[in-house]
């Protein structure tokens, strides 16, 4: 008899549990910006500018101040946050040009795969830059494919590669828009077609000049200079002051559609601010005390807002987890001249708040990234966390709140580390390895960094950024040291082996 109730009892509960689980799934929402510091947000401690968007995600959520994306770049950090992988494993995934084919394999689970399998319906909105179809040259006159629908997207809206690079599109379920059949896109990384006007022979055509040391003075499209030569699709072409309407509009049609789903959603929403060329929509213009690069962050906060209050308005608030982060950290002369490294300087702003270094660098502004966790229905708001926590554990932590296993002997560097990221538990990852832009990798281990010799500048003259490299080992010790000025290799020549042969243990796993 009283088996029976037991069964019953247990029968009970597990129904109960698994109408939880399809009711109850949160909806993920994973905000992506492209190239913000640390330092950038009012809520990590900026001044000259106010990101009250933002600012309210961490009041009503976590903040972490000992964050990683895995790369001081874009494609690499992309990669390892959409697959769980190291992207230094796996040769040609650096900054990619704009007609590269896809660099995530498509047979591996990925971060909107693990989604798919739980039952949600998956999109990516925004920048994409992880290359597009498997055939070279790109045919970009009709569906390029493999592209996100093959790396786990059930809908896609993107401009392929970075809003400096051609071909300057958007594409949606990875068909250009507004193309015409008379008028097909070719594109030429290497020579500029005939008959097309480029920046470089007519600058006097540059609203946004280009800065000659670094390129960006190829094809031109709305007055800017680009990288890369494109011909044709002149209806396709956007216009970069309505890039941020354009994807907060996708962004919020998704979560609609998503709803006439039924189905919880996951949608990456890759924000192409405030990467270069920064040329703010017309209400943007002017409006921080930071030039275009201040404008292009309120922005950005703007397009938080604007997700933020869709979800608001259509009562998802308090069950959807919201992740705020950047793909690698500031730079803020980056081919184009703005004014923008000047604005900074009046005002003392510091885009990568008291670390060194920044976009491309081995110091810790390359990877030291803001991360904001936001779930009203589970986690308090208000917190701070200073565990140490990396982009590329989304996946297996989003796996073990969805109940979905990883295929066994399926290699990736992703761990659950969901406690952490919802702020339960200050347990931090036993160490992080991160990627500067020459690949030279460094470690980080219980408050300790380790950066490997590498040759190249000390500073990187035109982004005027110091890269970290130096031919000698280095180590930090960042809980004392946080700004890496007092390199201790000499003084703790043991400490130095250890981590070199973790290193070296990690790369070979
Ligand atoms: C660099 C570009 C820079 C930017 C970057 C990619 C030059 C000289 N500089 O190579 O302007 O496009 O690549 O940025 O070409 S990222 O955020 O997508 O990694
Ligand atoms: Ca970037």
């Known amino acids: 008899m009283q088996k029976k109730w037991m069964f019953t009892a247990i029968l009970a509960w597990s129904l109960l549990s698994g109408f939880c689980q399809t009711t109850n799934r949160p909806n993920v929402l994973v905000i992506y910006t492209d190239d913000l510091g640390y330092g950038d947000l009012s809520c990590n401690g900026a001044t000259a500018i106010a990101t009250p968007n933002i600012d309210r995600l961490a009041q009503n959520g976590v903040n972490f101040s000992n964050a990683h994306a895995t790369a001081s770049t874009c494609t690499p950090s992309r990669y390892s946050l959409l697959s769980g992988r190291y992207a230094w494993r796996k040769k040609g995934t650096n900054i990619l040009p704009g007609d590269a084919n896809l660099v995530i394999p498509t047979d591996i689970t990925t971060l909107p795969k693990v989604f798919q399998q739980a039952g949600y319906v998956t999109g990516v909105v925004g920048k994409w830059h992880l290359g597009l179809g498997n055939q070279s040259p790109v045919d970009w006159n009709k569906e390029v494919t493999p592209g996100p629908r093959e790396v786990g997207f059930d809908y896609s809206f993107i401009f392929p590669a970075t809003a400096d690079r051609v071909p300057t599109i958007f594409m949606e379920n990875q068909r250009a828009i507004g193309l015409e059949e008379k008028d097909p896109i070719a594109v030429d990384y290497h020579k500029a077609f005939p008959g097309e006007l480029t920046g470089k022979e007519h600058p006097e055509l540059l609203k946004q000049p280009n800065d000659p040391r670094q390129g960006h003075d190829g094809h031109i499209v709305n007055g800017i200079g680009r990288i890369g030569f494109m011909q044709g699709g002149k209806r396709s072409e956007w216009t970069d002051e309505e890039l941020g309407y354009v994807f907060n509009n996708k962004a919020v049609d998704f979560i609609d559609q998503s709803l006439k789903s039924k189905k919880p959603f996951f949608l990456y929403y890759a924000i192409h601010n405030i990467h270069v060329p920064r040329m703010p929509g017309t209400e943007f213009k002017g409006k921080s005390r930071l030039g275009y690069r201040g404008d292009v962050i309120l922005e950005m906060d703007h397009s938080v807002g604007v997700v933020m209050n869709a979800l608001k308005e259509r009562g998802l608030l308090k069950n959807t987890i919201v992740i705020f982060s950047s793909d690698n950290g500031p730079v803020l002369n980056d081919g184009y001249i703005d004014q923008s490294a000047e604005a900074a300087a009046t005002l003392h702003h510091k885009a990568a708040g008291i670390y060194r ?96 010799p590498s040759k190249g500048p000390a500073l990187m003259g035109a982004v005027n950024i110091e890269t970290g490299y130096s031919p000698e080992d280095q180590l930090y010790d960042l809980n004392k040291d946080p700004g890496e000025r007092t390199n201790l290799a000499a003084k703790y020549p043991q400490r130095v082996q250890e981590l070199k042969a973790l290193l070296e243990k990690i790369k070979a796993e």
């Open 357 to 452: 270094g920044g976009k491309y660098s081995a110091f810790e502004a390359g990877t030291r990234v803001p991360f904001i966790v936001q779930w009203p229905a589970k986690v308090a708001g208000g917190k701070k966390s200073a565990a140490l926590v990396s982009q590329i554990d989304l996946m297996a932590s989003f796996a073990a709140l969805l109940n979905v296993k990883l295929p066994k002997g399926e290699f990736t560097d992703s761990r659950n580390y969901l406690s952490t990221l919802t702020g339960q538990t200050a347990t931090h990852r036993d160490y992080i390895v991160e990627q500067p832009a020459n690949s030279a990798l460094c470690i980080v281990k219980d408050g300790w960094k380790y950066l490997s």
